[in-house]
């Protein structure tokens, strides 16, 4: 094998143990959804908490005043969320809804024998500034599939979680409604306004730096997307590293692929780190694709700007991967001696 076909499987292991470590670090992140859960009201009204729903329907959140003493029963009415006045926050891991919370559509199964609401609770601080987000079972749709009978606009959720601040219960009325399909127009127009300026790129230059030079540019386009999403959660959400180490490498790849195309003796690496970049780039678009037709994507980050920058993204990729692969395969033929 030729060193840059060493270099590419190289590069391209490397990108699958990334993918894979981030993805196994993630205990279950907030994804796309048709769903828009919100807290309407708190009975009775308090200024010493707020409630909010995060990702869409993924998470519940809450944060609390300084001062202020917080306890969260679970669905057995058992211990499972303790907010102290420092703002100390424990979770009582031998909670049958510390378990059931590990997955959205958690079920009995996911409990482990001898757990149940009478438990010896086993508290763990979890966060120290009085705010935290978990998988909430009565704030988002149960089921993977449509609600029966039921159809955009239509609520499918009404439910109310019970916060008990400084020993007086609180409600928190959630209702979840079914959000209308978003407008394909975002990612047809990121499409092909991405195709038009390669083609315009590769009538100016060669279509391997051109290739590069988008890759580059929609690394970087891509790593401000993933970023967005990546910082719109807080961390006890497990967001996964992905959304921005994918587009950062492929950024960094195109870039160094720039460089190398101007230098004779470097083109192959200048093509295999363009297959590269493109790879990654795919691979970003593949882990969020259900973004491009679900209403709502768990980022504070335009959801058209989102989507655009995804099909982009995905022309960009399949570009590069296909112009540099067939290069390379072309290669020895073109450079061997006469």
Known sequence: MSRPGRFAVAALAGLAWIVATAGAAAADPAGPTDYRSEVEELEPPTDAI??????????????????????????????????????????????????????????????????D????????????DGSYAWHDHRAHWMQPGRPVGLEPGDTILDSRVIFVVEGTEVEAVVRSVWEEAPSPIPPI??????????????????????????????????????????????????????????????TIAGAVAIWAAGRPRRQPLALALTALAGAE???WVWTRQEGLWRALIPTD??????????????????????????????????????
Do not use: K
């Not at 510390?98 to 024998?113: C, F, I, K, M, W």
């Not at 609401?117 to 120290?128: F, I, L, M, R, S």
């Open 117 to 128: 609401a009478d438990a010896e609770p086993q508290w763990v601080e979890v966060d120290d």
């Open 281 to 283: 780039l795919l691979v």
């Open 189 to 250: 127009f990121g499409a092909a306004a991405t195709v038009l300026v390669l083609l315009a790129l590769a009538r100016l230059l060669p279509a391997a730096r051109a290739v590069a030079i988008g890759a580059t540019v929609l690394g970087a386009a891509a790593l401000v997307i993933g970023w967005w999403q990546f910082a719109s959660l807080p961390p006890e959400t497990a967001p996964s590293p992905t959304l921005w180490l994918l587009p950062a490498t492929a």
């Open 301 to 338: 980050a335009p959801f058209w700007l989102d989507r655009a920058t995804t099909a982009a993204a995905l022309v960009v990729g399949i570009a590069a991967v296909a112009v540099s692969l067939v290069r390379l395969v072309r290669m020895p033929r073109a450079v061997a001696p006469a």
């Open 50 to 115: 707020e409630v909010s729903v995060l990702g869409g329907d993924s998470f519940l959140y809450v944060e609390v005043e300084p001062g202020t003493e917080v306890e969260i029963p679970g669905y057995d009415r058992e211990p499972y969320l303790r907010i102290s006045a420092d703002g100390t926050v424990e979770e009582n891991q031998r909670s049958r809804t510390y378990h059931l919370n590990q997955d959205r559509y958690g079920t009995n199964e996911d409990v482990p024998a001898g757990i």
